[in-house]
């Protein structure tokens, strides 16, 4: 079993900042790939962001690249979400994933799941 647990998320102006931490334990972290995604009202989940195991390699959605940054630390088995110029169509919950695959970009491909941090953007 996987624990994940969010945190950072809040409420921020348009063109804000914020950086979303989501701590892993009970796995090998530095083999586990790691991923963020988003729900918001409504809608569907939908992927954000992932972090390979295998390389190091990243991904993004089309619609946070450029201005969110996904990162990790290994020693502090924690990955990061860093989310600048925020839009008002970031508001959504976001849930850090978990996966034993090198590589993963479906929420299928995830086994383990947070219970997610609120992110609102006001306009």
């Known amino acids: 079993q996987v624990q994940l647990v969010e945190s950072g998320g809040g409420l921020v102006q348009a063109g804000g900042s914020l950086r979303l931490s989501c701590v892993a334990s009970?796995?090998?972290?530095?083999?586990?790939?790691m991923g963020w995604f988003r729900q918001a009202p409504g809608k569907e989940r939908e992927f954000v962001a992932t972090f390979s195991w295998s390389g190091g390699s990243t991904f993004y959605a089309d619609s946070v690249k450029g201005r969110f940054t996904i990162s990790r630390d290994n020693a502090k088995n924690t990955v990061y979400l860093q989310m600048n110029s925020l839009k008002p169509e970031d508001t959504a919950l976001y849930y850090c994933a978990a996966s034993s695959r090198a590589y993963a970009s479906s929420d299928r491909q995830y086994d383990y799941w947070g219970q997610g941090t609120q992110v609102t953007v006001s306009s």
């Open positions: 009970g796995r090998t972290f530095s083999r586990t790939t």
